[in-house]
């Protein structure tokens, strides 16, 4: 997830001008999106929500996209006419339990349209769960988009703060004295007060990436599919299991790296390398994926950030 305490129309053009795609912690909304109307604001309880009753994210009102990837900056909001108050109060009066920690924040279009702004609303992973929108349902993001959620997701959501809530991210670091290769490591946080001690690790690699050393890691299969974006893409499965006396818990707030695995650069060809992850043990089971974007031969430092 995106995480930043401030955003400037900057921030906004370089998601731009990367080409950065919606994902599950990512949604852009085109300004028509958030209007004084009964389905919008309906839309926007479902939306927050989802992102509550997931794993946070942020809301990006007044950029345009196309297939899921941002094209340029909307026409913007009149702040006069639409004010941060009026969001955070239809928030906060549409969802119910309310949700603590959300942010929004005003953005000034300085450059592409002076005196109007658009608005970014960052929604925090929810411990107080689950969260249930003006329509009386229950939402999690599912690809880009919010989805009712089944009844086991729900009780998931509710037994959140009683079991460990763990979450694993992705980032794409340097080699020391090494220009052929490059490595993934494999992060770890938990956000539930209960700590982990005894949880197995699934890392599920793009077979177009050649991994020469998977750490400690077991590789069991290099033919598993992950389904991405509609796509079908095959992965290589790597599989740990971390327990205690061997390995220190997760404790709440602190994160852990995992492992890494070395891989051989250049990359075969340019574009979207998927990067997945299943987490489980007693009473908990999460899992995700990342896009690792190659463009150029170049690959960025911090593929993602922790959630």
Same mark, same amino acid.
């Given at each position: 997830? *995106?995480?930043?305490?401030?955003?400037?129309?900057?921030?906004?053009?370089?998601? *731009?001008?990367?080409?950065?795609?919606?994902? *599950?912690?990512?949604?852009?909304?085109?300004?028509?999106?958030?209007?004084n109307d009964e389905k919008c604001k309906n839309e926007l309880s479902k939306d927050v929500s989802a992102f509550a009753n997931s794993d946070g994210g942020i809301l990006i009102y007044g950029v345009i996209e196309k297939d899921n990837v941002a094209v340029k900056i909307d026409d913007g909001y009149d702040p006069n006419i639409v004010k941060r108050e009026w969001i955070e109060d239809n928030i906060h009066g549409r969802i119910q339990r309310r949700i603590e920690g959300i942010r929004i924040f005003q953005v000034d279009l300085k450059i592409t349209n002076p005196g109007r702004v658009i608005y970014i609303i960052s929604i925090p992973? $929810?411990?107080?769960g689950p969260h249930m929108a003006n329509d009386h349902k229950y939402y999690k993001r599912f690809n880009f988009k919010s989805a009712p959620m089944e009844d086991y997701e729900v009780r998931d959501v509710r037994?959140?703060?009683?079991?460990?809530?763990?979450?694993l991210w992705f980032t794409v670091e340097d080699v020391e004295d090494e220009i052929v290769e490059k490595k993934i490591a494999l992060n770890a946080a938990n956000t539930s007060p209960v700590p982990a001690e005894y949880y197995g690790v699934r890392a599920y690699i793009d077979n177009r990436i050649e991994i020469s050393s998977e750490g400690d890691f077991v590789k069991l299969s290099n033919d598993y599919i992950i389904e991405r974006d509609g796509l079908? *893409?095959?992965?290589?499965?790597?599989?740990?299991?971390?327990?205690l006396p061997h390995h220190s818990p997760l404790w709440d707030g602190e994160e852990f790296n995992l492992s890494h695995f070395k891989f051989k650069v250049p990359l075969v060809s340019?574009?979207?390398?998927?990067?997945?992850?299943?987490? $489980?043990?007693?009473?908990?089971?999460?899992?995700?994926?990342?896009?690792?974007?190659?463009?150029?031969?170049?690959? #960025?430092?911090?593929? $993602?950030?922790? #959630?």
């Open positions: 997830m *995106i995480t930043k305490t401030d955003w400037t129309e900057q921030d906004i053009q370089q998601l *731009i001008t990367n080409q950065v795609k919606e994902n *599950i912690k990512l949604d852009y909304k085109a300004c028509a999106s958030l209007k992973q $929810s411990l107080d037994r959140r703060n009683n079991v460990p809530n763990v979450n079908n *893409i095959s992965t290589t499965c790597y599989y740990k299991l971390f327990a340019e574009g979207d390398y998927v990067l997945a992850w299943r987490v $489980s043990g007693p009473g908990f089971g999460k899992d995700g994926s990342q896009l690792m974007q190659v463009k150029n031969n170049f690959i #960025p430092l911090t593929a $993602s950030k922790a #959630p």
